[in-house]
């Protein structure tokens, strides 16, 4: 108590010594031990809504229109085969002959054309009634087209480039996909294409030729196509038609300070902060795509062969039974509060994902009649998607309560209500930690004290090491 006493008397916070002095009368001191503790109250106040400020109102949303010299990304497409009749029954033939089950035909295209079940696995091979086969990569490496066969004639603002150059293959839950201007997918030789628009360039436009019936999926550069994908950013293309897809685009710009804010403050994860196993960068769909993949192991003990978590095993005819028999949880999303069947994954979105709005969608048919009346297709359908205009106006993320603002806050209510400073919390280690005095020094007064009082030795009571 005699420390504590004395601290108050020697403190820099304000009124403390007020309390401490024992010349003043008693009313005084009650007085300033109201005003304390009244001064003691509001600084709590102030510094937990400081606080509170800091963790879930660091990050604000505004709108920018400087856009005369933006640089517009373009979005990444996806192109996934779909199944083939002729193919399925080819392949059938080739592997079990020409008098098969016809179910089998049902199982090749579960396997190779896998979409989350294999109704044919729980159906028929797992009741013995058809012999299946668990060499999936014979089956998938059969049915499914390699770049050159699926897409060709590529043009990018009317310039020509290699299709399959760009269109890089990836792993998605619809299988093999190609994917272009993807942060998925490194090209081993050669730069990727700078698929940018700007007031020089105008708006972006990219067409190609597709051979097959194909699956196109739009998304952001660090988005994949999965089986929760937008409705409106999903489109099916049978062979014979061609599509035309103009679309407009709201992007994101961060606040170069963003990166310095809890991943929970911000409620965003930039790509490169990535957490997950499936792929190398973060994204909300690569989260959710993450997310099954643990859940199916966890029920299953194996993941299917499409989303392969390294170093576990890969689903045999009764994994994917099992999967199957779990379809409708493992598809379903749904939040923690919500009472239905789904999984609960905890994925945030990307920090810089913008925003699509498909404006208009154009499909017809390229068949003609030749002389005699007979349709003629031409080799393929046809693809263009456009930006219809450069963008007017984004969004921007910006840092209004950084870690600077949080100290400068916590400081500023300190010494409005305390007058304490960083050397006052010094203090506090220096007189309860520190002080290495037998017996605490009287607070200075006007009384006369020996030389001997004066000077007396300093004595390591505390036994701090830097003292000995």
């Excluded at 990304?73 to 080739?94: G, H, M, N, R, T």
């Excluded at 020996?450 to 009571?461: D, E, F, L, T, Y």
Aim: hydrophobic fraction near 35%.
């Amino acid at each position: 108590m005699r420390r504590i006493w004395t601290y108050f008397r020697n403190s820099t916070v304000h009124g403390f010594n007020y309390i401490a002095d024992k010349r003043r009368h008693w009313t005084e001191r009650v007085f300033w031990v109201l005003t304390c503790f009244i001064s003691c109250l509001a600084t709590r106040e102030y510094l937990q809504a400081t606080w509170y400020a800091y963790n879930n109102n660091a990050v604000s949303f505004v709108t920018d229109t400087t856009y005369l010299d933006w640089n517009t990304s373009f979005l990444a497409l996806s192109v996934c085969e779909q199944e083939s009749p002729d193919k399925l029954y080819d392949l059938a033939s080739k592997l079990y002959g020409t008098d098969r089950d016809s179910n089998i035909d049902q199982f090749l295209r579960d396997i190779a054309f896998y979409d989350g079940a294999c109704y044919s696995c729980v159906t028929h091979c797992q009741k013995g009634t058809l012999n299946c086969t668990i060499n999936y990569d014979q089956i998938i490496r059969e049915l499914r087209s390699e770049c050159k066969d699926l897409i060709g004639n590529c043009y990018w603002n009317d310039e020509p480039f290699e299709c399959c150059d760009q269109f890089l293959p990836i792993t998605t839950e619809n299988g093999v996909c190609f994917i272009i201007n993807s942060l998925h997918t490194v090209k081993k030789d050669g730069e990727k294409l700078k698929m940018i628009s700007n007031r020089q360039s105008g708006p972006g436009s990219l067409s190609f030729t597709a051979y097959e019936s194909i699956k196109l999926f739009i998304h952001s550069p660090e988005d994949l196509p999965y089986v929760n994908h937008p409705q409106e950013e999903k489109f099916l293309l049978s062979w014979g038609v061609s599509i035309v897809i103009k679309y407009q685009i709201k992007e994101i710009e961060n606040d170069p300070l963003l990166k310095q804010v809890d991943i929970k403050q911000r409620n965003c994860r930039f790509p490169d902060e990535n957490n997950l196993k499936v792929y190398q960068v973060y994204s909300n769909s690569a989260c959710i795509v993450n997310c099954r993949a643990e859940a199916q192991l966890k029920m299953c003990n194996c993941t299917p062969h499409y989303l392969k978590i390294p170093g576990t095993p890969v689903c045999g005819i009764d994994g994917l039974g099992c999967i199957t028999e779990h379809s409708e949880l493992f598809r379903a999303l749904k939040t923690q509060d919500f009472n239905k069947l789904g999984l609960v994954c905890d994925c945030i979105s990307s920090c810089t994902e913008p925003e699509y709005n498909v404006l208009s969608k154009e499909v017809e048919s390229l068949t003609t009649e030749d002389q005699d009346g007979e349709d003629i297709k031409d080799d393929g359908s046809k693809v263009i998607i456009a930006l219809d205009r450069l963008p007017n106006e984004r969004l921007k993320r910006n840092v209004v309560r950084s870690r600077m603002d949080l100290i400068v806050s916590v400081g500023g209510t300190l010494g409005l209500f305390l007058g304490v400073s960083l050397l006052s919390i010094v203090e506090i280690v220096y007189f309860f930690v520190v002080w290495t005095h037998k017996k605490p020094p009287n607070v200075i007064n006007n009384n006369v004290k020996s030389k001997k009082q004066m000077h007396q030795p300093i004595q390591n009571v505390n036994n701090l090491p830097f003292l000995h």
